[in-house]
């Protein structure tokens, strides 16, 4: 059975020279980063050449680049971190109600310790109003932190405003850019960001390993506490090979795999656009991430699609897409206006550099046939 593979903002497939380069840091450079010795010095410098490619691709310094275990802990990090250095002189949290789960349910249990946290409403594409931003912030605020590329959407926020907004009012801007590393330009200069979290296993990269940006002289407590690595912000022994893997990523994304994917993507979009009664959730064009398509199909549940496409050989992903194996209507659907019913009959397609024509004619086949097998027998449709 062919297999086509449209879950790219699940996780991605390894690339060959990622995995090749992160082969000899398992076997033959085994050492430990913080060893005295010659084979502890060999382990040490990856890291550290890892750590400057990474922050070399946002425009920050090799030393605020702190190495973790994913995004979600990145995440993790930067909310309670922060929230622990400065409580409880200040305490409230501005966010967004189409974060990732992992920002939502750390703010959900930052409420229980006596943070305040807004969440902000987005418009029918996804998009933050910056003014909104301003109006929320208070005295008390420390951080705003807004995703940048929506992973169920694909909106992309206009962060360079939000991020001037919270410099002027003196507050703390992060955002997630899981979605976006390398698909869209992130500058933590010229966006005016002041933490930002990465992962790899979006990118090629490997699962597994993370990234904090922390601008230089931000106060932030440590969530682990142990050997002092990291910049004694992160202790734990690095995942060399991890860490290899995902500079090795970083380093071969080329500006030219977005531009491609772009275009298969609204090769795919007008393709999809054939069937009727359907629609597309999220911004389009440059303000959408390039790999990212998130599509309604009235009348038939985005779950029953997904398990006929499955059948099929097609990988799509359904309800809270990422993360989540739960029926609950995704969270940030709800937020762009849809009616749970709406929510539920959508599903998202995310492609990758690897992605040819030949498997979105593919896909777009099976999913036609799926959709008109499914309204034939919908309950909803009569
Ligand atoms: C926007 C976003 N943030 C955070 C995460 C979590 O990353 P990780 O799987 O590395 O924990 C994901 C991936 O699921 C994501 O898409």
Known sequence: MKEIYLDNASTTKVDEKVLKAM????????????????????????VEESREIIAKSISARQKEIIFTGSGTESNSFALKGLFFANYPEKSHIVTT?????????ACKWLEKQGAKVTYLDVDSEGFVNPKDVEKAITEKTFLVSVIHGNNEIGTIQDLKEIGKICRSKGVLFHTDACQSFTKTSLDVKKQNLDLVTLNAHKIHGPKGVGALYIREGIRITPLLHGGSQEFKLRSSTENVPAIVGFAKAVKISRARDSVKMQKLRDYFIKGLMEIPNIRLNGATGNKRICNNINISFRNIEGEAIGSFLSVKGVFASTGSACSS???????????????????????????????????????LKEIKNTVERLRKISPLAS
Request: proline residues 7%; glycine residues 4%; charged residues 25%.
């Open 23 to 46: 082969l000899p840091y398992f076997s033959e450079k085994y050492g430990n980063p913080s060893s005295p010795h010659l084979k502890g010095e060999e382990a040490r410098r990856a």
């Open 97 to 105: 109600k189409i974060e990732h789960d992992c920002i939502l349910n």
């Open 325 to 363: 194996k739960s029926l609950e209507p995704s969270h940030v659907l709800l937020a762009l206006g849809m009616s749970p019913l709406e929510a539920n009959s959508s599903i998202r397609l995310s492609i990758s550099k690897y992605t040819t024509k030949d498997e979105i004619d593919y896909a």
